[in-house]
């Protein structure tokens, strides 16, 4: 036998031998960020993405597990590699970590004002003139992502770790904010049985996200192949819109 064709042969025993099958559960850290992620929902409306991922994986016999952090700190423990990946983000997030090409789903980050406010998003410059509420850690847009950056310290900004959504809100009709940002599904999901009123003033181009793993995990390569196929299943897509229609 020719010696390369040998060694060619050598190689790919070994890597059979050290490649490491995804295990039976993979755990994704999330944030409660309902209707895509619900932390305090049943277990029949753990939310769209991770429903929708959990019967994907379900289809390979992977089980998939959720644990809910402030959005700043799954990041982190994704990262540290305290868990396999994140549920839901975007490569301006954690581009440390390794992404699926395929998305999840998508998004919409609107301003949020309350009902009566005359002011409408027409750029960054218009931010000066109101008190803006935003998430640590969140990736928004690459403008208002370099807006808040280098505005972190000003008084007109007002930047929280958790709580996000309830907190705003509370801050919104105590008038210690004008707007904030958010999902638009998000909010009208979370004020769907309320009496206060908010608008979207504002919003920014509907953006796809994905999955994302820690790129040390020793299955890291076979994982996301196994995401990007799943979602471009056409009877997968089915079901996501399927699902979506338990969220409105």
Known sequence: MPIFIFLLLSLAGMQA????????TVTLAATDWCPYTCENQTNNNPGIVHEYLSEVLQQSNIKL?????PWHESIKKAQLGEVDGLLTAVVEEAPSLYFSTVPTY????????RSNS????????????IVLGSIKGY??????DQFIKYNSEKPNMKIVDSGGLEQFNKMLFENEIDAYLDDSRVV?????DSKRKVKLSGCLKRKPFYLAVNPNLPWANEFIA????????????QL?????QNYR
């Not at 998508?106 to 004002?113: G, L, S």
């Not at 005359?118 to 003139?129: A, D, F």
């Open 226 to 237: 196994l995401i990007n196929k799943s979602l471009s299943d056409p009877i997968n897509l």
């Open 106 to 113: 998508n998004y919409q980050v609107c301003f949020i004002t």
């Open 139 to 144: 990736g928004y847009d690459d403008e208002i």
């Open 17 to 24: 031998v050290y490649a490491k099958p995804i295990p039976s």
């Open 65 to 69: 597990n959720i644990e809910y952090y």
């Open 118 to 129: 005359n002011w409408i998003y027409k750029g960054t410059n218009s931010l000066n003139k």
């Open 188 to 192: 009208l999901w979370a004020l769907r």
């Open 240 to 244: 996501l819109n399927s699902i979506k």
